[in-house]
């Protein structure tokens, strides 16, 4: 079955952290490049973090601040987010790069004071 749940969203002051977690079916994981992405309103869907076995990628505007990592045994991504900020606002999905087919519910980040 192909799944992708992700996780650890919330509302949060600027300059604080979340972790965010993802969930994904073996048929996405393996082998596979996986990657955040986020959706802020009125915008495209962008790639924030990518990775492969270390972190191959991030965006201009996430560099310093967040980690992408991954568990291979349990099939999970995970995002470190730290020093949010306002424009860090958005919905947050995990899928493989480039995704191809469905997409999760994604976890909503909120980012003010």
């Known amino acids: 079955q192909v799944q992708l749940v992700e996780s650890g969203g919330g509302l949060v002051q600027p300059g604080g952290s979340l972790r965010l977690s993802c969930a994904a079916s073996?048929?996405?994981?393996?082998?596979?490049?996986m990657a955040w992405y986020r959706q802020a309103p009125g915008k495209q869907r962008e790639l924030v973090a990518s990775?492969?076995?270390?972190?191959?990628m991030y965006a201009d505007s996430v560099k310093g601040r967040f980690t992408i990592s991954r568990d291979n045994a349990k099939n999970m991504v995970f995002l470190q987010m730290n020093s949010l900020k306002p424009e860090d606002t958005a919905r947050y999905y995990c899928?493989?790069?480039?995704?191809?087919?469905?997409w999760g519910q994604g976890t909503q980040v909120t980012v003010s004071s």
């Open positions: 899928h493989r790069v480039p995704p191809v087919g469905f």
């Open positions: 073996a048929s996405i994981f393996n082998g596979n490049t």
């Open positions: 990775i492969t076995s270390v972190p191959t």
